[in-house]
């Protein structure tokens, strides 16, 4: 049987260790991640079946970072159990219940055998009982997308902006994929956008042929980094680096010149 892999999300030392050796003593192995955007490049790149989150992180909060993992990391959190940790039991030990972002919270202090309770849970037919998307229109009026659209305004102004990029989305996003960009940007189909976001190939192309026929020139930002090389920026809510260069953009940053691409004619 393989070793069950978990994510612990901690940024204080002492913690990470008493929690480490607790979970390696029941064999379980343990990926560390200190804040919110080193937990998301993991996610990107592994699957877990448990990711335990405290509440208090730098730059995002906990809340927030396990609604993104829920909407923004796709396949990799399918069957994902999300565990939250906090001192405050008054707080967010008080949503039991009321959302479902986390599969359970811990508060803290807790004993080993309060962790070994909640990770006994996370089997894939507790996780099985998610539904494989939320529907757009209750994502959009949850208090859930609220809290996670705060945290992306928290990062923004802490990168110089006012408010949210305005961005044109090409090709048009689908229902879900409109949900999911505007945790990070506002979507406009006016003058008043700021940048282009192509989401994929199709978009690429849509762009090129509307650029034949008109003069104006926005900033290119992707969401697809197989794209990257012909975009002003590569943009994923897991690269701080990336905020940074979008915020700079939107600020007025330099636009480099991107290669020529052949495309047929038609």
């Known amino acids: ?43 990107r790149d592994n699957v877990y079946q448990v990711a335990l989150i405290d509440y208090h992180l730098p730059e995002m ?7 993104l993992m829920r909407d923004d990391c796709g396949a990799h959190t399918d069957h ?45 037919a507790d996780s099985e009982r998610r539904d494989v998307m939320e529907a757009a229109a209750a994502l959009l009026a949850n208090p859930d997308f609220d809290r996670a659209r705060s945290a992306a305004a928290s990062i923004w102004r802490a990168r110089g902006l006012r408010g949210f990029p305005r961005a044109q989305v090409v090709p048009a ?33 849509e762009l090129l042929r509307s650029r034949l026929s008109t003069a104006s020139h926005l900033p290119i930002v992707t969401l697809d980094n197989a794209l990257a090389i012909v975009a002003d920026a590569y943009f994923s809510v897991a690269e701080s680096a990336s905020w940074s260069s979008v915020a700079g953009l939107v600020s007025g940053g330099e636009i480099r010149e991107k290669p020529t691409i052949a495309g047929r004619g038609g």
């Open 61 to 67: 909060d906990g809340y927030a970072l396990a609604r």
């Open 80 to 124: 994902l159990h999300l565990i939250g940790m906090t001192a405050d039991r008054h707080g967010l030990a008080a949503r039991r219940g009321v959302d479902h972002v986390f599969d359970d919270i811990l508060a803290k202090p807790f004993q080993p055998d309060d962790l070994m309770a909640a990770l006994a849970k996370a089997s894939p």
């Open 173 to 205: 996003p689908t229902a879900e994929q409109s949900a999911a960009v505007r945790i990070c940007f506002d979507i406009v189909e006016d003058a008043s956008a700021e940048i282009v976001l192509i989401l994929d190939a199709r978009g690429l192309q």
């Open 1 to 43: 049987m393989a070793t069950p892999r978990i994510l612990l999300v901690e940024d204080d030392p002492f913690a990470q260790e008493l929690i480490t050796s607790i979970l390696e003593r029941h064999d379980w192995r343990v990926d560390l991640a200190a804040d919110g955007f080193a937990s998301l490049r993991l996610l």
